[in-house]
């Protein structure tokens, strides 16, 4: 590539944006994007090239440019070999793995517990404190616990994913809950809803939007977490993978790795936004049958 070409490229990805803010829906959900994209990758050549030197011999004879960060295309080489053997693939699983289980047991314990405690009002003065107390301990205070409790293995992993998605989870439910207009509640009691059914049929479909916004957010927390968690608590998975290639001084697989967790990360969220466009929890009722 020329020493011009990617501040060409970034023109014509400006040109792209201008153009593409005037075309019709769907087209600039695609275009916009994409043009975003170009300039990032264009960017990213143009600072690492800066960064390089060249390397001279005895002599005083160009040998080859060293390079401190790894372009773009250094990075797409040097992960061909960790794609090729399918090392990229098992460790990327090891992480959805340990997200999905530590994430599950957070909602599944974090859910109900946040509606118990928005929806009793007792139960809600003993439990709130705690919550706020242990909330904003960071995860990664977890992992010398972690580590001495399940010792180097996916346990560890899971339970530091399950600890940062819970908090998000069991606050933004109980926060649900007492913000539900009270009108709901009582025009259920005027038609003769009260206890298992008031709650199954009002309160619960009134909660979900919300439910699926902390959802939204403890899981893009988790994702996070997984990374540093893998670091040190496992010996396997994108966090390891980072850590593993900046001891060999793979730094190109480093980054490839980055965007390995970036790619995956957006998955997720598209997935989690899916769940916002069920009618129930776009409206926040159930259908009636």
């Not at 968690?229 to 060999?248: F, K, P, Q, T």
Request: some cysteine; hydrophobic content about 55%.
């Amino acid at each position: 590539m020329t020493p011009f070409a990617p501040y060409l490229i970034i023109a014509l990805a400006l040109v792209l944006i201008v153009v593409g803010k005037r075309l019709k829906d769907p087209a600039p959900v695609i275009v916009l994007p994409l043009a975003t994209f170009i300039i990032f990758f264009c960017v990213w050549h143009i600072a690492a090239v800066a960064k390089s030197y060249p390397l001279n011999d005895a002599q005083g004879n160009f040998v080859r440019m060293v390079e401190v960060f790894p372009t773009p295309w250094s990075t797409l080489q040097g992960m061909l070999v960790p794609v090729k053997d399918g090392m990229l693939l098992r460790y990327a699983v090891a992480s959805v793995y340990r997200v999905a289980v530590g994430f599950g047991i957070a909602a599944a314990i974090g859910i109900p517990l946040g509606l118990l405690a928005g929806w009793y009002l007792r139960t809600g003065q003993a439990l709130n404190p705690l919550f706020q107390f242990l909330r904003p301990i960071s995860p990664i205070a977890w992992i010398p616990i972690a580590v001495l409790w399940f010792g180097v293995k996916d346990e560890a992993a899971i339970f530091l994913i399950a600890i940062s998605s819970f908090f998000p989870i069991v606050v933004g439910t109980m926060t649900a809950v007492r913000t539900i207009p009270l009108v709901y509640v009582r025009s259920a009691q005027n038609f003769g809803l009260e206890g298992y059914e008031l709650f199954r049929r009002v309160v619960l479909p009134a909660c979900l939007p919300q439910i699926i916004t902390s959802l939204r957010l403890a899981l893009g927390i988790a994702w996070m977490v997984i990374v540093a968690a893998e670091m040190i608590a496992v010996d396997s998975g994108l966090g390891y993978l980072i850590m593993d290639a900046r001891n060999a001084n793979y730094y190109d697989r480093v980054v490839g790795a980055m965007i390995t967790i970036g790619l995956i990360g957006i998955a997720l969220d598209w997935s989690m936004r899916r769940l916002e466009r069920i009618d129930e929890v776009r409206w926040g009722f159930t259908k009636q049958s």
